[in-house]
């Protein structure tokens, strides 16, 4: 196989065989899943993929927790056609995959995302959840977006701005003791930074013993050991959304 001699090690876990509550919708030139709460909310939660696309079922089970927590949730397609990664790629060929899919030039699709969601569902405050690609792309826009009243970033750090600490909006960031892709002296510059140059609100939780993915790429009914902590990441996530939004 390709991908032996360099196995990629952003693991795509317990991939859930999830049927999805939602519908996918065309927002001018890409397509987007959208799941809306039982009851008429004016808050909505955009999540942002992570390297396996929009379309992994994982990712569509978070939007649907977050539905069911009373918040419109959509999930953009931030790939725009392009096909995303796979796990029987070889690493080494990432960089070069990643060129055109680059987490901090979505602004055109999140503007695009900010109006449908203000016109077409009602929204009067968003907020931002990404994970692993999806991450970056959240502290990304916490950067950018002073009307993204909240971000969670799930294992993601922005490296390549020379501004990426002066956060315009409260943001969360969660990572895994144990992850291979970023490692804690990355976790510590940003808490390091964030604490000398940040005005708003933030906080960064490193989860013990944990790896890559955990928080939606680990199944908790299959991962016992993994399961509080996959629950307490989760309920972090939703009160810091409730806190802000």
Known sequence: MANEAKPCPCDIGDRMEYGALGQEV???HFK???VKPSTASNK???????IFGWQLPNTRYMADMLAANGYIAI???FFVGKEPWSPT?????????LQDKKPTAINKEVDAVLKFLKDQCGA???GVVGFCWGGVATHYLALLYPEIKAGVSVYGIVREREDRYELKSPTL???AENDSVIPLDQVSALEANLKEKCKVDYQVKIFPGQTHGFVHRKREDINPADKPYIQEAR??????LNKYM
């Open 26 to 28: 065309q927002i001018e």
């Open 32 to 34: 987007a899943y959208v």
């Open 44 to 50: 909505a939660i955009i999540v942002i993929q992570d």
């Open 75 to 77: 999930c953009p397609d």
């Open 89 to 97: 790629k070889d690493w080494s060929n990432f960089q070069e995959w």
């Open 124 to 126: 009067k405050h968003i």
């Open 173 to 175: 960031f969660i990572f």
């Open 235 to 240: 309920k972090d996530l939703l009160n810091w």
